[in-house]
């Protein structure tokens, strides 16, 4: 009995150190994480969800162009809606595009924060493809304010702030994008199915249920979530900063 007692103390032991190394290591992402969870129904998070919401609507419109379609119009909304008008393209892969896309987009904003110095670069994009976006498809007041001034916003961040602070800006997004996008999944496909989402109207134009493709695109979000975290985590990502303006 003794020495299998003390087996389990020595797992047990492993388990801490373990947990301990990784809050050593990632305490930052961990405290991003926590604060978005606590403030998530505040107006401090609803930019961010709005942003993300951005994401989704601009990989439908990425979609319909990679497969051959144009884009009509481009919008989003204060109350975290959004809609893109198309001619021509992919059906199945713009509709399948939204939650999915901008899973993959958050998540490549956090890699490239992770694993690149390429901070300030990507903001800068982020922030063009914004204004570009507003340029050429949008012509609704809010979401023509909203995309401008975040798109404004991130070039001037770009240009004058610290890598480390541009590399923090990325990484809030990556997260919250990795946070809202199965939620929003679950809420739009599992909780209430009779929502016109893209799971709704893929249901209606390629078969199968709501349910099924909500639950199909959870899975998926789920494991390229565990993938990301698993092999581009590293040992530790926290950040120095020097907050130098350039």
């Known amino acids: 009995m003794w020495p299998a007692k003390a087996g389990l103390r020595r797992k047990a032991t492993d ?28 107006p401090i998070v609803l930019p961010l969800k709005i942003l993300v919401v951005f994401l989704h609507e601009f990989s439908h419109a990425l979609a319909v162009v990679l497969t051959g379609g144009s884009v009509e119009s481009f919008s989003i909304s204060l ?15 713009t509709l399948s595009a939204g939650y999915l896309g901008s899973l993959a987009l958050g998540m ?10 390429s ?17 050429l498809y949008i012509r609704d007041p809010f979401p023509m ?7 404004v916003a991130m070039l001037a961040m770009a240009r004058y702030l610290d890598r480390a602070v541009c590399d923090l800006v990325l990484r809030i997004i990556g997260l919250t994008s990795m946070i809202y ?13 009779g929502v016109r989402s893209d799971a709704f109207m893929l249901a209606e134009e390629f078969g199968g249920t709501t349910m099924m493709w909500g639950g199909v695109w959870l899975v998926l979000s789920c494991v390229a979530i565990f ?20």
């Open 15 to 42: 388990k801490i150190d373990t947990a301990v190394r990784f809050l050593r290591g990632h305490w930052q992402l961990v405290l991003i994480t926590l604060l978005v969870f606590v403030l998530w129904n505040t």
């Open 79 to 93: 109350q975290q809606g959004g809609h893109v008008t198309a001619r021509g393209g992919s059906r199945f892969l």
């Open 108 to 117: 490549a904003l956090l890699i490239i924060a992770l694993r690149t110095r």
């Open 119 to 135: 901070d300030r670069a990507v903001l800068g994009v982020f922030g063009g493809v914004m204004l570009l976006v507003t340029l």
């Open 145 to 151: 304010i909203f995309c401008a001034g975040v798109g």
């Open 181 to 193: 996008v199965p939620y929003d999944i679950f809420d739009d496909t599992l909780r209430r199915p």
């Open 227 to 246: 993938v990301c975290l698993k092999y581009w985590l590293g040992q530790n990502s926290n950040l120095r900063f020097s907050f130098k303006a350039r």
